[in-house]
Every structure is written in C-alpha cells, then in structure tokens.
C-alpha cells in the first residue's frame, strides 16, 4: 500500500471515529513548489512549478440539516455553521478558507447540500508551499462531490484564486492554484498565466527535487506582496505612457526596459527588470529540460535567486544562507527561494546519486550557522487535486485534464 493508499485509509478511519459514518468520497490537493518564475503570475507572466506529493486530504459526506461541520484534524478545531448563512469574513483563518470556498462554490453551481468535513495535511504550515491553494481547492472538490456538478481544472483554479482575493484579501495570481490543479506526475508544469495554458516538461530522471525549509514563518497576507504587486502595477503604468502596448510587465521587452527605464524610480525599475528577465529565466529553462539539460536549469534557478534578492527584495538572511550552502554541497546544480519570499522554503535541484546526503547536511550546516531548526524533504512531483477514494455513490466531480 503506497503512501497516499496508507492517509486515505487513516483518514476514512479517523472520519467515521469522528462522524459515527464512513464519508461518502476523499480528495487528495497536494502543494506545490515552483522551480522557478517568482512574482511573473500576476503579471500575466509565465511559471514552472511541480505539484508536491504532500499535501491536503479532505474526507466528506453529505448531512440532511443544512450544516456545514468542519474538523481540522491537525489543529485540533472544529467549526459549525449553516450551510445557506455562512459568513467567511468571521472566525480563524482555516475556517474562511473552507467557508470562502463554499461560498463562492454555491454561487457558481447553486444550492450545496450540508456536510461533515474531515481535514488534514502533511504539508508545513506557513513555508511557501501553497497549503492555503491546497486546502481551498480540496475543499471545493469534496464538496463538489456531494452535487450533480462537475468542474474543470482550469475553472476550479479560478475559483481557489478567488477564495485568496475576494475571502481572504491576497492579492495573488493563479499559478499556485493551476499547479494544485493541474499537475501531473513526474513533470513540472510550464504555466503560461495569460492564457492559463500549460504544458508538461520532463525531468531528467537522475535529477531530484529537494525542498529546504528555513523554519522563517511567512504571513503571506500581512507581508510585503501586495505592496510588490502594487510596485509593479505602477511600473507598467509609467511605462505604458512611452510605450502604450504593453498590456502587462509580461509584454515588456528588455529593449522596452532600457529605453525607457530611467522614466521610473529605482523601485519600480527594479520590480519591473526582475520580471521581465524571469519570464526570460522560465522559457530558457522549459527549454533546458526538455532538453535534458538540467545544468542549464540549475544555474538560471541561481539566477533568479539573484534577481529576488537584489531586485525583487523578497529574500532574507536565513533564506539567502540556505541556497548559499545548497550551492556550494555535492551534487547540487541550483537552488532559490520558492514561493512569494518572506521566509518559507528554498528549493534546489540535486543529483539522485547526491540527493540523501544533501537532504542531511544542508540542514545541518544551516542550523550551525543560523541557530534555525531547518529540515530537507526529497520530493516527487505528484498528480494535481484527485478524488483518491470514493463509495461509489457520487459522481466524479472533477474533469481530467486533456
């Protein structure tokens, strides 16, 4: 029994403990980590992220009163509301986002029926590995489940990315939740965030994917991004009164930049150069790997470490020590900060004959030099938002991706 088989049975167990009945369907949302395009998705840029096999596990079935009972195993919490008053601006954090996602779920396919929800996660809490797209869209599958509806992919991840602006007030693109959605096993995701197109690129198979949390907690709604945003939004502004065409940072050509950069203060100059030289950074390295070039790959994920630190301004000094060690350990050929900054994860791409020991020793030496507990985990890119098990007696409510 594989791993995924091995939570799904202890979270059926664990839901009829808590119920008194077996859920009717459990849907498996994994996180995901992205390998490189930071801060490009809400510039209708491009990504390249993989879906983690960590991740949310949601157990549901239907109830007759109306209620919406919700228990967050790992927190030890639960939350009671009605199913037609639910009001997602109250309580804690976890509970918006399962109400938010209910919410918005009822407004675009009508009426939901009540529900026992069994939540829990192994993905860390707070590092940049998208637990919050994790939890909103397991949520709104296993719910979906319980209706007539079904969803595709490219709409549930619109629908995730509402729950984040209009619920939760983060101003944040759609790549975390099109990762979540959309994965697929063994390949990362090229992810176009004009167009909402991806593709799958390959990974080399003698290359793993190490991901390095700095235990720097993030709080993405109280930290810097939607300032970033902002920043870049008044960079295209400025640069479309020399140059009206660009409809976004994306379309902004290196050329463009320095004609016409000196019209923009720093700030602006520099949020504006590191997405339009990441966007650069993302094609280059679909390209290296579908090449089978993970060298290449490894030294543009340098690259972009650079651009958040010195343009961006997202990076920090525990961060900044945790992809310096990567790159100087055995067998690693690249490694940046992953998700929006602030703290969180790095993320670095090791050779598989390397990949245990660097697991070991990069925490190690991250600990004797920043006192801060850091841990490694070797990962697998996974299959995006799933239904891992189901009584048969509800429909699929999730389209498989073309």
């Given at each position: 029994?594989?791993?995924?088989?091995?939570?799904?049975?202890?979270?059926?167990?664990?839901?009829?403990?808590?119920?008194?009945?077996?859920?009717?369907?459990?849907?498996?949302?994994?996180?995901?980590?992205?390998?490189?395009?930071?801060?490009?998705?809400?510039?209708?840029?491009?990504?390249?992220?993989?879906?983690?096999?960590?991740?949310?596990?949601?157990?549901?079935?239907?109830?007759?009163?109306?209620?919406?009972?919700?228990?967050?195993?790992?927190?030890?919490?639960t939350d009671t509301r009605p199913v037609d008053a639910l009001r997602p601006a109250e309580g804690p954090e976890w509970t918006r986002y399962?109400?938010?996602?209910?919410?918005?779920?009822?407004?675009?396919?009508?009426n939901l029926p009540g529900a026992d929800l069994l939540i829990d996660s192994d993905l860390p809490i707070g590092a940049g590995l998208s637990?919050?797209?994790?939890?909103?869209?397991?949520?709104?599958?296993?719910?979906?489940?319980?209706?007539?509806?079904?969803?595709?992919?490219?709409?549930?991840?619109?629908?995730?990315?509402?729950?984040?602006?209009?619920?939760?007030?983060?101003?944040?693109?759609?790549?975390?939740?099109?990762?979540?959605?959309?994965?697929?096993?063994?390949?990362?995701?090229?992810?176009?965030?004009?167009?909402?197109?991806?593709?799958?690129?390959?990974?080399?198979?003698?290359?793993?994917?190490?991901?390095?949390?700095?235990?720097?907690?993030?709080?993405?709604?109280?930290?810097?991004?939607?300032?970033?945003?902002?920043?870049?939004?008044?960079?295209?502004?400025?640069?479309?009164?020399?140059?009206?065409?660009?409809?976004?940072?994306?379309?902004?050509?290196?050329?463009?930049?320095?004609?016409?950069?000196?019209?923009?203060?720093?700030?602006?100059?520099?949020?504006?150069?590191?997405?339009?030289?990441?966007?650069?950074?993302?094609?280059?390295?679909?390209?290296?790997l579908n090449a089978g070039d993970a060298e290449t790959f490894g030294r543009l994920m340098i690259d972009s470490h650079t651009s958040l630190?010195?343009?961006?301004?997202?990076?920090?000094?525990?961060?900044?020590?945790?992809?310096?060690?990567?790159?100087?350990?055995?067998?690693?050929?690249?490694?940046?900060?992953?998700?929006?900054?602030?703290?969180?994860?790095?993320?670095?791409?090791?050779?598989?004959?390397?990949?245990?020991?660097?697991?070991?020793?990069?925490?190690?030496?991250?600990?004797?030099?920043?006192?801060?507990?850091?841990?490694?985990?070797?990962?697998?890119?996974?299959?995006?938002?799933?239904?891992?098990?189901?009584?048969?007696?509800?429909?699929?409510?999730?389209?498989?991706?073309?």
């Amino acid at each position: 029994m594989g791993r995924e088989d091995l939570r799904t049975e202890e979270l059926r167990t664990a839901f009829e403990r808590a119920f008194g009945a077996p859920p009717d369907l459990v849907v498996r949302s994994p996180g995901r980590v992205n390998l490189i395009g930071e801060h490009t998705d809400y510039n209708d840029g491009f990504t390249l992220p993989v879906a983690l096999d960590l991740g949310t596990d949601v157990a549901v079935r239907r109830r007759p009163d109306g209620l919406l009972r919700t228990i967050a195993r790992r927190l030890d919490a639960t939350d009671t509301r009605p199913v037609d008053a639910l009001r997602p601006a109250e309580g804690p954090e976890w509970t918006r986002y399962v109400a938010g996602a209910a919410v918005l779920l009822r407004e675009s396919r009508g009426n939901l029926p009540g529900a026992d929800l069994l939540i829990d996660s192994d993905l860390p809490i707070g590092a940049g590995l998208s637990s919050s797209a994790s939890l909103e869209l397991g949520v709104l599958v296993a719910l979906l489940g319980l209706t007539t509806s079904a969803i595709d992919r490219t709409e549930l991840a619109r629908l995730g990315q509402r729950v984040e602006n209009e619920i939760i007030g983060v101003r944040s693109g759609i790549m975390d939740q099109l990762a979540i959605a959309c994965g697929v096993a063994g390949f990362a995701l090229l992810i176009d965030c004009r167009t909402l197109a991806t593709e799958a690129v390959p990974l080399p198979p003698a290359i793993r994917i190490l991901v390095l949390d700095s235990a720097v907690p993030r709080t993405l709604a109280g930290s810097a991004y939607n300032t970033r945003r902002a920043e870049c939004e008044a960079a295209l502004r400025r640069l479309q009164n020399a140059a009206p065409q660009p409809r976004a940072l994306r379309d902004v050509t290196p050329d463009l930049l320095a004609r016409h950069g000196s019209r923009l203060p720093d700030v602006e100059l520099r949020r504006a150069r590191h997405v339009v030289t990441e966007n650069a950074r993302v094609l280059a390295s679909a390209a290296a790997l579908n090449a089978g070039d993970a060298e290449t790959f490894g030294r543009l994920m340098i690259d972009s470490h650079t651009s958040l630190r010195d343009d961006y301004a997202v990076s920090g000094p525990e961060l900044d020590t945790l992809v310096d060690i990567a790159c100087t350990t055995p067998g690693v050929l690249g490694a940046r900060l992953t998700g929006a900054g602030f703290g969180g994860c790095a993320v670095a791409l090791v050779t598989a004959e390397h990949a245990e020991h660097a697991a070991t020793a990069i925490p190690a030496r991250y600990r004797d030099a920043t006192g801060q507990p850091g841990t490694a985990s070797i990962t697998v890119p996974s299959q995006g938002t799933h239904v891992s098990w189901t009584s048969g007696a509800t429909d699929q409510p999730l389209h498989t991706p073309t």
